[in-house]
């Protein structure tokens, strides 16, 4: 058989998914008889083509899937540096919300305070609670990451007059304490390999 | 630059690492794009449910990103993600087996897999496909996918449409990515 009668990749294709009408189905039935092996071969893998449509599962994840990774590309690739440091903004204290009426008794107003700082990095939020009659605080806190840094791994560093007075990790949820704290101004710092937050002037008092 | 102009530019693998690495975002949503079908289905052909598959896939591109600087010149990223996707869809199915109270059962809900998910040849035979697609340029992969493995089994005309094609020029264009496709398989079979 002449090599330029033999049925092109295109026929072939076209003859397997039996989109030839009969007459011209047939003529590539008849020309493949005769095809030499480098036809064959197209035909074979086609073939292999079709068994794998036909077999394998091809889908695309939930759009969630995508959003996600957007943001941790985003997340990411923020510049730089080596290493950031934030100052922390406090958003909320519960002692300067307004009580209302009966909501809230002596006690907690005097002995729990709660405060809640943001960065660009973190969200953190602080309890203080003083223990009478000793006169002494307690601060637990906890972290929510904005970045995708596992909530165990920052250190915290509890200063007064800029010298380190205990230090303490987060949990698996992000919580830390520190306790038997004295009264007085105090600065946390946060800190991960990435970056640095800084919670400035903590006054603990009665 | 035109925008049609950067795409062109974006075309490889490693074109696509590299604008990465230099913070483009088009970049890497030109990457998921390529790769993220292929990686949730190696999850879904071994069994996997939908919610477990999403899980792989997103541990599978995170991974991707952490590794993006280290990554060779000469990666073939499709095999890249695909070892990936594969190793975290083992640990999955063995701890789904460990949690089951029966394992035939859990697998079994997968329907479209009829509980099969010890087919060697069907594996091999689904990653031989994700390598040639992954070959493909954009433009034929695309086609060859709305064609061959939309769910919804478009037309020709839906196809055209979609594609801003010529409905006449969808069969021979079909047929030139999958010729495409068997040349750049042999050619990356033969490396």
């Known amino acids: 058989m002449n090599e330029s009668n033999a049925p092109r990749f295109s026929e ?74 934030w100052l922390a903004t406090l958003t909320f204290d519960s002692r300067a919300q307004p009580v209302t009426a009966g909501l809230r008794s002596a006690v907690e107003e005097d002995q729990r305070r709660q405060l809640i700082y943001i960065t660009k990095a ?21 972290i929510f990451p904005r970045r995708d840094t596992p909530t165990h791994t920052f250190s915290i560093q509890l200063l007064r007059d800029a010298e380190e007075v205990a230090l303490s990790a987060t949990d698996e949820l992000g919580e830390f304490t520190f306790s038997d704290l004295p009264a007085g101004e105090y600065d946390i710092v946060v800190s991960t390999e990435q970056y640095e937050v800084v919670i400035p002037s903590l006054h603990l008092q009665l | 630059m035109p925008e049609t102009a950067q795409n062109d530019i974006l075309q490889t693998d490693r074109d696509l690492i590299r604008a990465c690495c230099s913070g483009d975002p088009r970049a890497w ?7 993220e079908r292929l990686v949730f289905s190696i999850s879904l052909n071994y069994g996997l449910t939908t919610d477990d598959a999403a899980d792989v896939t997103q541990i599978t591109f995170t991974i991707l990103l952490q590794n993006l600087n280290t990554l060779p010149d000469e ?36 329907e479209a897999l009829g509980g099969i998910v010890d087919d060697r040849e069907r594996q091999e035979l689904a990653e031989w496909l994700y390598q040639g697609l992954s ?44 010729e495409q496709m068997r040349q750049s398989l042999h050619t990356a079979e033969s490396l």
């Open chain 1, 122 to 142: 973190a969200e953190i939020a602080l309890t203080i609670q003083s223990i009478l009659p000793e006169k002494n605080f307690i601060v637990t806190g906890q």
């Open chain 2, 29 to 35: 949503e030109r990457l998921l794009d390529k790769y």
């Open chain 2, 75 to 110: 990666i073939r990223l499709s095999s890249w993600l695909a070892t990936v996707a594969r190793r975290h869809t083992w640990r999955l199915l063995a701890r789904n087996r460990r949690e089951a109270v029966n394992p035939d059962e859990d697998l079994a809900g997968n």
């Open chain 1, 12 to 85: 072939l294709l076209d003859w397997l998914e039996g989109r030839l009408p009969p007459d011209k189905a047939r003529d590539v039935a008849e020309r493949l008889q005769t095809a030499d092996a480098a036809t064959q071969t197209d035909l074979d893998w086609l073939r292999l083509f079709q068994q794998a449509r036909q077999s394998v599962q091809f889908a695309s994840p939930p759009p969630s899937v995508r959003e996600t990774l957007i943001q941790r590309f985003a997340e990411a690739r923020q510049p730089p540096g080596p290493f950031q440091r």
């Open chain 2, 135 to 178: 070959l493909l340029d954009e433009h034929c992969r695309q086609l060859l996918l709305a064609l061959y493995f939309d769910a919804e089994q478009p037309s020709y005309a839906d196809v055209a449409d979609h594609m801003k094609m010529p409905i006449g020029s969808i069969g021979p264009t079909r047929a030139r990515c999958l």
